[in-house]
């Protein structure tokens, strides 16, 4: 396993923010990754770690909302940054037993993607992206998600 290197930094500049983002690799469960294959969908990304307990209070809300809104074209992707893959894929696989209905979403660890401008890791967490169905990010939200968010999310649907 590679080490995560916690001092990435996350900048989108006005004009960068117009660029689709970009971000490939593999989910915590093996399957290949990339954000280009979601064009078309609203995209929520929600980078988390196993140590942040406003991340972990978060995941009912964040599950919730997207089983809300299955059948929408809408995608919510969970980035953990924890510092070892084991973490975040022992809460995932503790999570799914308990909501054994919970909405399917690709889970990822973010030693295991590659990510290219505009993203990168983000140096703390929470941090929630919406990226919209030409692939741009165009709302950022740092710390505990507000409802601003799922109005991002709400106001891109058809």
């Not at 909302?65 to 503790?94: C, H, M």
């Amino acid at each position: 396993m590679r080490p995560l290197i916690t001092a990435f930094l996350f900048f989108i500049s006005l004009s960068a923010a117009a660029q689709p983002a970009r971000l490939n690799g593999n989910t915590l469960d093996g399957q290949r990754f990339s954000l280009e294959a979601l064009r078309g969908k609203v995209v929520m990304l929600f980078f988390w770690n196993t140590d942040c307990t406003p991340c972990i209070q978060k995941m009912p809300e964040l599950r919730a909302n997207a089983a809300g809104w299955r059948g929408k074209p809408f995608e919510l992707v969970l980035i953990s940054t924890d510092r070892e893959r084991a973490n975040a894929l022992a809460y995932l696989q503790t999570l799914k037993q308990i909501e054994k209905n919970g909405p399917p979403m690709p889970a990822l660890w973010a030693g295991d993607l590659t990510f290219s401008a505009p993203l990168a890791a983000p140096a703390t967490v929470p941090l929630t992206l919406v990226i919209d169905v030409k692939g741009a990010v165009v709302a950022r939200h740092a710390g505990r998600i507000a409802p601003e968010a799922w109005d991002d999310v709400a106001g891109l649907l058809p």
